[in-house]
């Protein structure tokens, strides 16, 4: 969880200086960005193990049923934010930034 959240904070401030013309080299191809990419992936692969955990502890306490969609929402965000990542790095790779 600190990892994600320490993510989200440093693509927020790459966010940030983004709208001030300030490139920090997170996102352009650069060998930094294949690097922060590759992290964003190993950190997204596995926010999966947190969300199977959460569908596994809500099983064996017995949670009800129709808390299910969020369960399978954080699984979906993860999926989602996986491919994004995986098709950056990708475009990295191809020279396509």
């Known amino acids: 969880m600190a990892a ?24 352009d191809g650069s060998p930094l960005a294949i690097v922060f990419s590759l992290v964003c992936i190993v950190v997204a692969s596995l ?13 064996r306490m017995g949670l009800p049923q129709r808390y299910s ?14 491919y994004l990542e995986i098709l950056r790095l990708l475009s990295f790779l191809q020279g396509d930034d």
């Open 4 to 27: 994600m959240a320490g993510l989200f904070a440093v693509m927020l401030i790459n966010l940030v200086l983004a709208l001030f013309d300030i490139n920090t080299g997170l996102r």
């Open 47 to 59: 926010s999966f193990v947190l969300s199977f955990h959460e569908v596994e502890e809500g099983v």
């Open 69 to 82: 969609w969020v369960a399978a929402f954080g699984i979906l965000v993860s999926l989602i934010w996986l």
